[in-house]
């Protein structure tokens, strides 16, 4: 027990190191960038996207709170439209991975939609929502609705057709069913198209927030743009590369903690 524990500490201690060696070296790179544009006549004005001037913006921003309250419009539309994609994509992926036919019928309609840029819908969004934070939910939700349900469907696809002739012989009903074998069974894949789902929707997001609104990471950028003030726009660059870093170990955590594969 004591060799498996210093194994697993030495393993811990061994990720860590190198989780730090690739960010010093991430540093590094960011600051010979930087380097490079500060001694060009021709990109000095871009100097502030260096990591000293970015970095202090960002302690700022942090102090003042006004890194928290770009944070907060941001993070309730992604998890707004998360949760419209989870909706609309599990319920969905279930039928299609229990009725084969549905499948076969809805693949290439939904192969086609899902290859289609969720910012193509920005013009339809705009028309068919009253408010800018309706538009971009609605495009968090059109981005975010194919992870979750492709990885339903295979979930469940992959899912053992005994358990459920052993679960109907046992008198179960269709909630049942639901419950104590689809959901337990594919529970993993559903949280693996969340993580993938949150990350296509933090990369639309800020693009998403260009439309108007006056809150949000997105538009936090675009004013940093405009003003000039490429310090703020470093930082806030930093906040949104943290945040989704965050989000996404969080789903991953998930993922490990509802894994069949225990070790010894």
Not at 136 to 160: E, M, N, Q, Y
Request: hydrophobic share 60%.
């Amino acid at each position: 027990m004591n060799e498996r524990r210093t194994g697993q500490w030495k393993a811990a201690l061994r990720s860590v190191g190198f989780a730090c060696l690739g960010m010093a070296l991430l540093l590094f790179a960011w600051w010979i960038g930087g380097l490079i544009v500060e001694t060009n006549p021709a990109l000095m004005a871009f100097a502030d996207f260096a990591p000293e001037p970015a970095l202090a913006r960002l302690l700022e921003m942090l102090v003042t709170g006004e890194a928290w309250a770009m944070m907060v419009p941001s993070l309730a539309r992604v998890m707004q439209g998360l949760a419209l994609a989870v909706a609309i994509g599990v319920p969905v992926g279930i039928a299609i991975g229990r009725v084969p036919a549905l499948r076969e019928i809805t693949n290439i309609p939904f192969q086609f939609l899902r290859m289609i840029s969720p910012l193509s819908w920005m013009p339809i969004a705009v028309m068919a929502f009253a408010t800018w934070d309706g538009a971009i939910v609605f495009l968090i939700t059109v981005a975010a609705v194919w992870p979750v349900l492709f990885s339903t469907a295979a979930g469940l696809k992959r899912v053992d057709p005994a358990w459920f002739r052993v679960a109907r012989n046992l008198g179960a009903r269709p909630w049942h069913m639901l419950f104590t074998i689809i959901l337990p069974a594919i529970s993993q894949d559903i949280l693996t198209g969340i993580r993938l789902a949150l990350g296509v929707a933090w990369i639309v997001l800020v693009p998403a927030e260009y439309l108007g609104v006056t809150s949000g990471l997105g538009y936090a950028i675009n004013d940093a743009r405009d003003t000039l003030e490429y310090d703020r726009l470093a930082a806030t660059v930093v906040i949104i590369g943290v945040i989704g870093f965050a989000l996404d170990f969080v789903c991953q955590q998930a993922i490990t903690r509802l894994s069949w594969h225990r070790d010894d």
